[in-house]
């Protein structure tokens, strides 16, 4: 059973046309009415777009930003004023013109080229050196610091510590780069031209010196003949010494030949004496005939003949007993004399030695000969070392001449490039501790961008129907007053009930 519901005051016949707070409450309930009648598909589109953002921002990789600092000096004049005016420079701000000229630089080919050589980094995954060279150029970001004459040099890679190194590496090849870019070529630049052809002929000479010396076995010619010298004296003195020994030693051969010769081998050792035995016999004999005589001037009277015979044979024994002593030699005992054996045995002695000397004369004669050999070799090579010698030392003259020049010439220019632009490393980059991609974002945009979406597609789903649902619908649309309102009675079960 319907019940009739009469219309406020403000839908009266008269009025055709609502208000703007009607139709702005009219919007506003139609949007409410378009979100709460859709209300699952506000709830399903809500929730795949946040969660698809959640699991973007859990399982994409981390973004770690690393920045390091150069500074920039620009129109810096240095005027380099007497001693009793003081020397000035100025610094001129950073333009745009010079920015964006420092960025290109940074950014260049080679630089990017340079850095990653240095590091060791090489393309992966199947890509070239060239699209890693332009993926690290277009995640380089090079911008000034407002208020300052820096720039900041920053990349954003998935390591802090590659992209510190990387952002390092940048910025030092930068500083070279720029360094190399604002040059002035000149005078320091001959010089070292130079230098590089000196250094290469003071190398040759060095090696022909060197090469000389091996092959003829030197290594200090002055020091090795003054060696030598002494060397001569010493063989020399030596070679007198030995032939003044072996004549010493001949001298006192022939002496000991001479004792040995007028030494005999043998000496008498012992004699043994007996008695005579003729003198006895001798003896007896007289004997007998004194007493034969004796026993005849008995008889006979000492004129007798016979007298006189025996007289006669008594002094011819006698003179015979004379003749002969009262001993005799019994025994003689004969040995080999000692000092004759020791004059032999000196005299070998005294041989060997002199034949062991005459032997080391020739050997002496022989070293002393290589060492005049020698001697006269190093005196006839050193000129020629000496001419090497002098030739190194022309070109290591010539050589630190035009290295003093060139310092001479680097420091002018040096400063002179003062007033053109120079950079300076001001902080390196340090590994980041905070990640540039963090979770709190990606969920805010995932909840607003996921409510924004499914709020749309449920308002858009009720403007594609064309249904009237309110009263003020029908007054618009319609043009007509609404008279009474008959509710859903599906929608309202307590209605139904009453």
């Known amino acids: 059973m319907a019940t009739l519901q009469t219309l406020p005051e403000a839908t009266a016949i008269g009025a055709l046309a609502p ?16 979100v709460f009648k859709h209300r699952w598909l506000v709830l399903g589109v809500f929730g795949v777009v946040f969660s698809a953002s959640a699991l973007a921002a859990f399982t994409r990789p981390g973004a770690w930003l690393a920045r390091s600092k150069v500074l920039v000096k620009l129109g810096e004049t240095v005027q380099l004023a007497p001693a009793e005016a003081p020397s ?134 002055n020091q090795e003949i003054t060696l030598l010298n002494e060397e001569v004296l010493k063989r020399e003195k030596a070679l007198k010494s030995q032939r003044a020994k072996v004549s010493a030693l001949e001298g006192k051969l022939d002496e000991v030949t001479t004792q040995f010769e007028g030494t005999p081998e043998t000496v008498e050792f012992a004699r043994e004496y007996e008695l005579n035995p003729t003198r006895s016999v001798y003896e007896s004999k007289l004997a007998q005939l004194e007493m034969k005589r004796a026993e005849a001037l008995q008889r006979y009277l000492p004129s007798d003949r016979l007298i006189r015979d025996l007289d006669s044979e008594i002094e011819e024994v006698r003179g015979l007993m004379g003749h002969q002593g009262a001993q005799v030699l019994g025994k003689h005992t004969i040995r080999q004399n000692d000092l004759h054996r020791e004059l032999q045995r000196n005299l070998f002695t005294i041989q060997t030695l002199l034949v062991d000397a005459r032997a080391r004369i020739p050997s002496r004669i022989k070293a002393l000969d290589d060492v005049h050999t020698r001697l006269r070799e190093l005196r006839e090579k050193r000129f020629v070392i000496h001419n090497l010698e002098q030739e ?25 490039d003062q007033s053109m632009v120079n950079v300076s490393v001001v902080e390196h980059a340090q590994p980041p501790r905070v990640q540039q991609n963090g979770l709190l974002l990606p969920l805010v945009l995932g909840f607003l961008g996921g409510l924004t979406l499914a709020t749309a597609m449920a308002v858009a789903v009720e403007f594609l129907n064309r249904r009237l649902r309110f009263e003020e619908e029908v007054e618009h649309y319609l043009e007509l007053p609404v008279l009474a309102v008959i509710p859903d009675f599906e929608n309202a079960p307590d209605l139904a009930n009453a």
């Open 19 to 34: 208000a703007e707070g009607a139709r702005g409450r009219l919007a506003a309930r139609s949007f409410l009415y378009a």
């Open 88 to 221: 000035r420079s100025m610094n001129a701000p950073l333009s745009q013109d010079m920015v964006r000229t420092e960025v290109d630089i940074v950014k260049s080919w080679d630089v990017v080229n340079e850095a990653i050589g240095r590091l060791g980094i090489e393309p992966t995954d199947g890509t070239s050196r060239a699209d890693l060279i332009d993926g690290i150029r277009r995640g380089l970001t090079v911008a000034p610091t407002p208020g300052t004459n820096m720039l900041g040099i920053s990349f954003i890679g998935k390591d802090p510590e590659r992209a510190a190194t990387l952002v390092n590496a940048i910025t030092d090849v930068y500083i070279d780069h720029h360094n190399r870019v604002y040059r002035r070529e000149g005078i320091h630049s001959f010089y070292a031209k130079e230098l590089r052809g000196l250094e290469q002929h003071l190398a040759d000479a060095r090696g022909r010196l060197r090469s000389f010396l091996e092959e003829a076995d030197v290594v200090d010619v």
């Open 392 to 416: 190194v030392a022309q070109k290591q003259y010539a050589y630190d001449l035009y290295w003093k020049k060139r310092e001479e010439a680097r420091i002018s220019e040096a400063m002179t």
